[in-house]
C-alpha cells in the first residue's frame, strides 16, 4: 500500500492564502527533516513521545509534536497494525464534519488538550474545509506500520506538553518541542 504524504496549509489572509506573487501558498516539511525514498515526509524516529496501544490491535506511536513557524504545531508518527490481519482504519479517526468525511478516511479527529489553557485544538483545515492531516488511510496490513501527521494551532510557549486524544484509543501526554 502507497501512502503518499502531503501538507498543505491553510491561507492566512482574507486573499485565499495567496501571496504577493499571486501563488497560493502552502505549507512544506523543513529541507531538514527525513524523506523516504519516494520523497515523502517521514517522522523522525530517534524519540518516542507516546505509544498509544488500542484494544482493535492499532498502536500509535508519536515521534515528534513540533512548532513550526506561523504558529502551527505538527505532530508525527506512525500507525502500526499490531495483528496478523490486515486491519482497517477506524471511521471514528475522521472526525464526523460532513466537510471532513468528504476526504474519506483521515484522521481529522484528532484533538490536542491543553489542561493548564483549558483548550481544546482540533486538526486544521484548509481554505477548501480539507484537514491538514494524513488521509486516504483506509487499511493496514498485518505486522506494517504507515506514517502520519497532523497539523494544529500551536498552544501559547508556555506550554510545553498536551493530551493527544485519538478517538476510540486512550489518551496519552506528549510534549512538545
Not at 524523506?35 to 500509535?60: C, R
Not at 508525527?76 to 466537510?99: C, F, H, P, R, Y
Not at 483548550?119 to 486516504?136: E, F, N, Q, S
Amino acid at each position: 500500500m502507497a501512502l503518499t504524504v502531503s501538507l498543505t496549509a491553510c491561507g492566512g489572509g482574507e486573499d485565499g492564502g495567496k501571496d504577493d506573487s499571486g501563488n497560493t501558498s502552502s505549507s512544506a516539511p523543513p529541507a531538514d527533516e527525513p524523506k523516504d525514498d519516494g520523497g515523502n515526509t517521514v517522522p523522525d524516529t530517534s524519540q518516542t513521545l507516546a505509544t498509544i496501544n488500542g484494544s482493535d490491535g492499532f498502536q500509535f506511536v508519536v515521534n515528534t509534536a513540533a512548532r513550526d513557524k506561523g504558529g502551527f504545531l505538527t505532530v508525527m508518527g506512525s500507525i502500526k497494525n499490531t495483528t496478523t490481519d490486515v486491519k482497517t482504519i477506524d471511521l471514528l479517526w475522521s472526525g464526523q464534519e460532513s466537510a471532513v468525511k468528504r476526504t474519506g478516511p483521515s484522521l481529522g479527529g484528532i484533538t490536542l488538550i491543553d489542561k493548564a489553557e483549558k483548550k481544546r485544538y482540533y486538526v486544521l483545515r484548509d481554505t477548501d474545509g480539507y484537514p491538514l492531516t494524513t488521509t486516504g488511510l483506509s487499511s493496514v496490513e498485518a505486522g506494517k506500520s504507515v506514517s502520519f501527521f497532523a497539523q494544529f494551532p500551536a498552544p501559547p510557549d508556555g506550554t510545553s506538553e498536551v493530551d493527544i486524544q485519538i478517538p476510540s484509543m486512550p489518551v496519552a501526554t506528549i510534549e512538545i518541542s
